[in-house]
């Protein structure tokens, strides 16, 4: 089954099928190269389908064409801006997906308490939302400190990554060897890790503050 046979066959909230004119805005919007759009569509759907998963959501796939729906269309009414990854476009889209999810989620859970005990699942709704929202909360963390990472120069940032790399175990003498390759004591590279590390906590918080 094809890119486009297998976004029309997945099921849609709203409509019956995605229309096929916006389907085919939507390629163009992604890319002029249609093989390059399509490649680039199906990293967008994987991606948001792992976001869902992540969030503890049923149905992540349904979510995740969902969500490709409604950006479309909202691309098109809003004259939106291709973004140099469409990926952070769709999913702030997929992000009101999910609070809309979690207040459904929130009405079952009222319906639930007229329910004998008995019935009620093993792990409530109002339980998974609260695991859902510190999953959130961690992605969103996770998310400030890419952005911090790819903000430093690139000489620190390959530092860095470099000094905490290793298993734990060969951590030390990896450690000792980058001193080594670079010319300077372990302590000195110690303070440089710190001094990174410090910037990057600042960055951090500062990015979850937003």
């Known amino acids: 089954m094809g890119m486009e046979d297998r976004l029309i066959n997945q099921p849609i909230k709203v409509d019956e099928q995605i229309d096929q004119h916006l389907f085919e805005s939507l390629l163009k919007w992604l890319d002029t190269d249609r093989e390059q759009a399509g490649s680039i569509y199906e990293n967008v759907r994987i991606k948001l389908i792992n976001f869902f998963e992540f969030q503890g959501c049923a149905y992540p796939e349904e979510l995740a064409d969902n969500t490709i729906e409604r950006g479309a269309k909202n691309i098109f009414k809003d004259a939106i801006f291709r973004p140099p990854d469409p990926y952070i476009f769709f999913r702030g889209v997929a992000r009101f997906l999910l609070l809309e999810y979690w207040k459904e989620k929130r009405r079952e859970s ?40 790819n903000n430093l120069p690139a000489e620190s940032r390959d530092l860095f990554i470099e000094y905490n790399r290793q298993e734990k175990r ?41």
């Open 170 to 210: 060969d951590r030390i003498d990896n450690r000792m060897l980058m001193a080594k390759n670079i010319g300077i004591d372990i302590s000195t590279l110690r303070n440089r890790i710190m001094r990174i590390r410090l910037k990057l906590q600042n960055c951090v918080t500062a990015c979850s503050r937003r």
């Open 110 to 149: 009222t319906i639930l308490e007229d329910l004998p005990p008995s019935n009620h699942p093993t792990i409530s709704p109002a339980e998974s939302e609260r695991q859902g929202l510190a999953r959130n909360e961690k992605e969103r963390m996770l998310d400030c400190l890419e952005y911090c990472l």
